[in-house]
């Protein structure tokens, strides 16, 4: 018998639901224990795991408790989000998205990893993993973006980055995907809110990420807060225990979200908190986030019938499962360490992700700022937000550790006389500065516009029905501009903000996200061209909010949108494409496409197929490019998207050089969920489409063909 049948053999009841119950230690923590109530249910054996709770001595002190107070001694997990670093905070995901480059995705989560691990965190509430495509809801920023493929590769890096080859390692956490699913389908942005959504769009967009997490191996699923189709994700059987569990065979630990057992109450699905438990660990939801119902009601639940013990032990075995690959039986206190060298290593690798997620999306010849410049104003109320720089989830990331705008360009530009005015505030009603600030604007020969969000207007319950310059930032903006300054837009946010009276003034305008500690290293290093951006959007960005949701891989229609035809698909107000498409970015040189080709055209079942084509950098800089292939299948039983993304590659270009990009497709990157949802491809035509972002009368495209083992096309 192992370690984990022999503990299930010996557990009471009350025991077994302990190790189901995560409890915050947020609001409990007194110094640097846990206390009240939690260490008491801790000695008790009544808790299971611990989140928000982190440093040595906290963690060693609750650990202390459940190893040696305990009747059974089973260690505890202690959780955190850890969204986008630990200590060294990294650029946003959805930021980070934008540089497409797995190793970089890789690379940032494992240095989160390791930093959590020193401080006695096992498991992380991430990724996550939600395609979002409507930038008013806040949550946006804390995901890879709208496309389900991009998101899908999201996954699998930050899953190896987070829990490294071998779970039981001192410097490997258990990453926790969420929020299973379509939490970011909110209708209208609202958080939380119930999304009705068909179940082609479920297994095509939202569910992708998933599916690869599980490929992925990652430890553990978190349910996510809303109802699909009527039933909460909390208690939905048919996606948590039929789809996850048993369609994919995820046989990991599955969390509830923050409450979200009492809440389907709320939801109108339970009459009471016995009910909603028994639903919701019916459903496959092994651990309790916060309701605390499994351990105070489940009890009743198998009384009145609700549920068996067979199904609490399948929820306590996963959970001790768990544990044991952490190596928490051998090693409950299991702290990594870290050397200077790693700290350093951290704060360069925030610095090469900050200044690669930098995205420019407008240049009319203004950037890089010219060397011999010697007055430049810095205005705006995101120039020296030293706090905001952080972004929504910061874990333990500390406003001092960052650098502002304004500092990163002082530092940059030793020889320019740089002039500072806040303006306005970001999300204020004041307006007295904005007739100083243009006094600044006027003696200078370029304006650094800071604007956009502070880092609490993105992120969990953040939505913004209106997503564009927040409190009276349209009014110093356009105060800035009509002093006819050179004006440079930076935007920090977590979503792409709506503002196209700006983009069309300004001289440029440049998108920096949240960007973490290095945020002003990195935003100076782009503006003066120390760095060539690289940063692409992992998001459409709309003119207006009334275009959204608006995301490249949308279907035909029988009238696409035709600017000649009024009875076609499209708006008498607004433009039917957007400001910027999906990848989209630009950078301080020009790479031309050329002689897309492929190395057969037509294709069988389990063939690859070569795709190349050659990237020439016509501009003076080196640069790094990215080249995405879409596909379109031309005639299928159920329409598909009018592109599909299916790879992307990267080009780092000398000026002048030309390099040949390779993709490699096999058949199966051609094929879609059909009608019962399995893959399948359709023999016919395709579409290869290869080009610098999603904008299709841009794409270089090559038509192949697909014959069944039959022949038949
Ligand atoms: C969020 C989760 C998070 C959890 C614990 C919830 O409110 O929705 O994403 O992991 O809190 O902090």
Redesign the pocket.
């Known amino acids: 018998m192992n370690k984990v049948e022999r503990l299930m053999q010996s557990m009471t009841l009350e025991e077994k639901l302990g190790q189901l119950n995560l409890v915050t230690a947020g609001r409990m923590i007194t110094g640097p224990t846990v206390g009240g109530d939690a260490t008491e249910d801790i000695r008790a054996g009544r808790v299971g795991g611990v989140?928000n709770l982190w440093g040595r001595e906290a963690v060693a002190n609750a650990q202390r408790l459940a190893v040696e107070e305990t009747r059974l001694g089973v260690p505890l997990l202690f959780g955190l989000?850890i969204l986008h670093g630990h200590r060294t905070i990294f650029p946003i995901p959805i930021a980070e998205a934008g540089i497409f480059d797995p190793l970089i995705w890789e690379r940032t989560a494992r240095a989160a990893a390791l930093e959590a691990a020193c401080e006695g965190i096992n498991m992380t509430?991430a990724p996550?993993l939600d395609i979002a495509r409507d930038p008013r809801w806040g949550r946006i920023a804390e995901g890879p973006g709208e496309d389900p493929f991009l998101g899908a590769k999201f996954a699998e890096a930050k899953i190896r980055g987070f829990q490294g080859g071998d779970l039981s390692q001192r410097t490997s956490i258990a990453a926790v995907a969420?929020?299973f699913c379509a939490y970011g389908a909110a209708p209208a942005g609202r958080d939380y809110a119930a999304v009705d959504i068909s179940d082609r769009s479920l297994h095509e967009t939202y569910l992708p990420p998933f599916v690869a997490a599980v490929a992925a191996g990652c430890a553990a699923i978190?349910t996510a807060?809303n109802s699909v189709n009527g039933a909460p994700m909390t208690s939905n059987r048919a996606l948590v225990r039929d789809f996850l569990r048993g369609k994919l065979g995820f046989d990991g630990v599955i969390i509830s979200?923050?409450t979200a057992i009492a809440e389907l109450i709320e939801h109108g699905v339970a009459g009471d908190l016995v009910e909603a438990a028994a639903l919701a660990l019916k459903a496959g939801v092994d651990m309790d986030?916060v309701s605390g119902a499994y351990l105070r009601c489940l009890p009743e639940a198998l009384s009145r019938g609700f549920v068996d013990l067979g199904d609490i032990d399948a929820a306590v075995d996963r959970v001790l499962r768990l544990k044991q690959r952490l190596g928490l039986f051998d090693d409950p206190y299991r702290f990594a360490s870290e050397t200077e060298q790693d700290k350093q290593a951290s704060r360069e690798l925030a610095l090469e992700t900050a200044r690669r997620a930098i995205t420019l999306l407008v240049n009319r010849g203004v950037l890089p700022l010219a060397n011999e410049l010697r007055h430049v104003a810095v205005i705006g109320p995101l120039a020296n937000a030293r706090a905001d720089m952080l972004g929504p989830w910061s874990a333990v990331g500390a406003a001092q550790n960052c650098v502002t705008i304004l500092e990163g360009l002082v530092a940059a530009l030793p020889r320019a006389d740089i002039r500072f005015h806040e303006g306005v505030s970001i999300a204020g009603d004041d307006a007295e500065g904005i007739a100083p600030a243009c006094a600044v604007a006027r003696e200078a020969e370029v304006v650094i516009l800071c604007l956009g969000e502070s880092a609490s207007m993105s992120g969990?319950a953040a939505c913004r029905a209106t997503p564009g310059l927040p409190g009276r930032q349209r009014e110093l903006a356009e105060a800035v501009l009509a002093t006819g300054a050179a004006v440079v837009a930076v935007i920090a946010s977590g979503r792409p903000l709506t503002a196209p009276w700006l983009v069309e003034r300004a001289r440029a305008t440049v998108a920096m996200w949240f960007l973490g500690d290095m945020a002003g290293r990195a935003i100076a290093d782009v503006l003066t061209g120390r760095i060539n951006p690289s940063g692409r959007l992992a998001v459409t960005w709309p003119h207006d909010v009334g275009q959204v949701p608006i995301f490249y891989a949308s279907r035909s229609t029988g009238r696409p949108p035709d600017a000649d035809d009024p009875f076609t698909s499209r708006y008498l107000d607004l433009p039917t494409a957007p400001l910027f498409s999906f990848g989209h970015g630009l950078s301080y040189s020009r790479v031309e496409l050329t002689n897309l080709r492929v190395d057969r055209n037509e294709f069988h079942a389990g063939e690859n197929i070569e795709v190349t084509a050659d990237a020439t950098n016509a501009g003076k800089m080196a640069t790094e490019e990215t080249i995405f292939l879409f596909i379109r299948d031309r005639v299928a039983i159920v329409a598909r998207p009018i592109m599909e993304l299916k790879a992307w590659a990267k080009a780092m270009l000398a000026p002048g050089e030309t390099k040949t990009v390779a993709f490699a497709l096999s058949s199966d990157s051609f094929s879609f969920p059909g009608e019962d949802f399995a893959p399948v491809i359709e023999p016919g035509e395709f579409d290869i489409l290869v080009g610098l972002n999603a904008e299709r009368a841009n794409l270089l495209s090559v038509r192949v063909l697909f014959r069944d083992s039959a022949g038949d096309a």
Do not use: I, N, V
């Open positions: 989140f989000d509430f996550m969420k929020h978190m807060f979200d923050y986030m969990e």
